[in-house]
């Protein structure tokens, strides 16, 4: 519970797609409240679910506080404008093991798709710059847990960016504009 909590908020405020206003608590009082399971479960929250999400603070006046109308409405829009985050924050986003922001931004470029990305091969992956055997090993792990699987469906389902257009990796033409005689 403590890993998965942790993975969710992740997700939610620290990178992957930036889901504004999404912390440590809310994440916390939804997995308590079962709400939250994987994060696909981001993008099936209700506004009707957030407005009335316990914050175990109590009021002044003894009431229980929950999260309110204003913070369900700014968490919805936050949850939605994180659907257009690039494909490299979704790659880093799944947590897959060994994966960090600067190797899914060298394998959303290298493949420009998560279904591209999740069917290559150990060795197609390892022929990307910065990914290794281990690396490439553990995104093949990651592809074959059918759980996965299934939360990559959701999120696709949830119209998240998935595919973007491949581009060449960016480097420095250090010998642009010379002239060679051998």
Not at 9 to 18: E, I, T
Not at 30 to 47: C, P, R
Not at 51 to 76: F, I
């Amino acid at each position: 519970p403590a890993q998965r909590l942790e993975r969710l908020g992740h997700w939610a405020s620290r990178g992957a797609l930036d889901i504004e206003g999404m912390g440590v608590e809310i994440v916390t009082r939804l997995v308590e409240q079962g709400m939250l399971h994987d994060v696909a479960d981001y993008y099936t929250l209700t506004f009707e679910q957030l407005a009335v999400l316990d914050l175990r603070r109590v009021k002044k006046d003894g009431t229980a506080q929950v999260l309110g109308e204003t913070m369900a409405t700014k968490l919805l829009a936050s949850v939605e404008a994180s659907k257009d985050r690039p494909l490299a924050r979704l790659v880093f986003g799944l947590g897959i093991r060994h994966v960090g922001a600067t190797v899914a931004e060298a394998l959303a470029s290298a493949f420009g798709s998560i279904d591209t990305l999740l069917a290559a091969s150990a060795e197609e992956l390892a022929s990307v710059e910065q990914v290794g055997p281990k690396i490439a090993e553990s995104v093949r792990a990651f592809a074959e847990n059918p759980e996965n699987i299934a939360i990559v469906r959701r999120l696709k389902a949830a119209d998240l960016t998935t595919a973007e257009e491949r581009r060449a990796p960016e480097r420095e033409q250090t010998l642009a504009g010379t002239t060679w005689v051998l």
